[in-house]
């Protein structure tokens, strides 16, 4: 099954152990409270993990108890797994975690050029200890030992779609929701790929809310290349898991191939509502259960939902939405992406201005994150920060995004310069932040 996957297909690594921490995976953010980091050596045990890792968590401050850790996963490939490093610096996604309470988890799999990722991607081979591991440590480190005990919201990008599912079929009474980004685990129905372990389908997964993401370039509408195994892998996940009445649905980007474009509008709203629906109020409580029947339904590629007991199609093979307003959302998403947002985002705080320096703080909007900022003086417009923001992927974004959905390096900074500080008068500056919908702050 050469589609798959293109993401993890790769050469078999050579023995031995590797050097540590090797270009490129040597410059990364500082990891100063908020955030905290461990970072683990490859290991030439058998069945341990054979690629050193390093793991960033943000805890929001100020939380007093833990409710979960969201984990955002990259892909395969040197280039993908280098930019695990920035995951956890993520604003958009650090207000998902903060609104209910949840660290936010970043691997960073130094894999080298041209390895075989199934060594981390599939769990069973090292990387699900690891990953149990290192929150037992960040616990001990950050103060919040609870984080070794709490659910997990898995987000996988590619190989880490792959291992965000098999994570779930593995610990489905961990896991609270798994987005799978271009990537899934594979089951008997679709493992025929020498070298690649077939997952199966436990009962208690049946209840995990999943999302199945595929570019419309991944086989459905271009059935040729190197990623159009993409979609044949989805179908056959899909149908294995909603065929028994499991929680499952299917978002089919309709711009874009492998790269993640605009899922994130439409992810974090999933994500959000199904953290809300079913983590548990007290750590150590079990996640809440989820009813099929409260759901939305809508036909596998299809792009209009209606509510579960007014679906007239076959029920085993619709997808399943969670509510009313992912079914909104994700009517939007399957024609254009263009998930709409009618509230904007948080004002910026603690702006201060130092000589000709200006800089501030600012939390992103849940809903649409943040596109860039507006800077005044005397009630004048004088900059935006970024000036011209970028994005390849999709909608421009403050921090830029890398092909794994994570920023760019360097981090850009809350900061901005006047040119025209040293004039001798006294201003009074204002900073706004627009979301990606265009939205402004007050």
Same mark, same amino acid.
């Given at each position: 099954m050469r589609h798959l996957i293109c993401s993890f297909l790769l050469l078999l690594l050579p023995a031995g152990p590797l050097s540590a921490q090797l270009a490129p995976y040597d410059v990364f953010p500082p990891a100063d409270a908020p955030y905290y980091r461990v970072r683990y050596e490859a290991s030439t045990k058998s069945g341990e993990l054979i690629f050193p890792v390093n793991y960033t968590a943000w805890v929001p401050p100020g939380v007093k108890t833990l409710r979960g850790v969201i984990v955002h996963q990259h892909g395969c490939g040197e280039g993908s797994c280098k930019s695990g490093l920035t995951g956890a610096f993520d604003l958009h996604w650090q207000a998902l975690a903060r609104k209910h309470g949840c660290a936010l988890l970043a691997p960073s799999y130094e894999q080298p050029d041209k390895a075989d990722c199934q060594m981390w991607c599939d769990p069973r081979n090292g990387s699900d200890a690891a990953f149990q591991k290192?929150?037992?440590?960040?616990?001990?480190?950050?103060?919040?030992?609870?984080?070794a005990r709490v659910p997990w919201a898995l987000w996988g990008h590619s190989g880490g779609g792959h291992w965000a599912g098999g994570m779930t079929l593995l610990h489905p009474e961990r896991v609270a929701a798994a987005w799978l980004r271009s990537g899934v685990p594979l089951l008997e129905v679709n493992a025929?790929?020498?070298?690649?372990? /077939?997952?199966?389908?436990?009962?208690?997964?049946?209840?995990?809310? +999943?999302? *199945?993401?595929?570019?419309?370039?991944?086989?459905?509408?271009?059935?040729?290349?190197?990623? /159009?195994?993409?979609?044949?892998? %989805?179908?056959?996940?899909?149908?294995? =898991?909603?065929?028994?009445?499991?929680l +499952?649905? =299917? /978002?089919?980007?309709?711009?874009?191939?492998?790269?993640?474009?605009?899922?994130?509008?439409?992810? +974090? /709203?999933?994500?959000?509502? *199904?953290?809300?629906?079913?983590?548990?109020?007290?750590?150590?409580?079990?996640?809440?259960?989820?009813?099929?029947?409260?759901?939305?339904?809508?036909?596998?590629?299809? =792009?209009?939902?209606?509510?579960?007991?007014?679906?007239?199609?076959?029920?085993?093979?619709?997808?399943?939405?969670? %509510?009313?307003r992912i079914a909104q959302a994700w009517m939007q998403y399957v024609k254009d992406t263009m998930v709409a947002d009618t509230t904007p985002p948080p004002a910026p705080t603690r702006v201060q201005a130092k000589g000709g320096e200006v800089t501030w703080e600012a939390e992103a909007d849940p809903e649409s994150g943040i596109a860039h900022f507006v800077i005044e003086r005397d009630g004048v417009v004088i900059g935006q920060v970024p000036e011209a923001p970028k994005n390849p992927f999709g909608r421009p974004v403050f921090q830029g995004l890398q092909y794994s959905d994570t920023p760019t390096q360097p981090l850009v900074r809350m900061s901005f310069t006047d040119p025209n500080a040293g004039d001798g008068g006294t201003h009074s500056y204002r900073v706004i932040a627009v979301n990606t919908a265009g939205l402004r702050s007050k």
């Open positions: 290192c929150l037992v440590d960040i616990g001990a480190k950050s103060g919040h030992p609870e984080l025929n790929r020498p070298g690649i372990k /077939a997952h199966t389908v436990p009962d208690a997964a049946l209840g995990v809310p +999943i999302m *199945c993401n595929p570019g419309t370039k991944e086989g459905v509408t271009v059935k040729e290349g190197r990623f /159009a195994g993409v979609w044949p892998a %989805n179908e056959a996940f899909f149908g294995a =898991v909603r065929g028994r009445g499991g +499952i649905g =299917v /978002a089919v980007d309709p711009l874009t191939s492998h790269e993640c474009g605009n899922q994130r509008y439409l992810a +974090i /709203a999933w994500l959000d509502a *199904c953290l809300g629906a079913r983590l548990p109020q007290e750590v150590g409580g079990k996640l809440r259960a989820l009813a099929a029947g409260d759901g939305w339904l809508a036909p596998l590629l299809g =792009v209009d939902a209606t509510p579960a007991a007014q679906f007239s199609g076959e029920k085993e093979k619709a997808v399943w939405l969670p %509510n009313e």
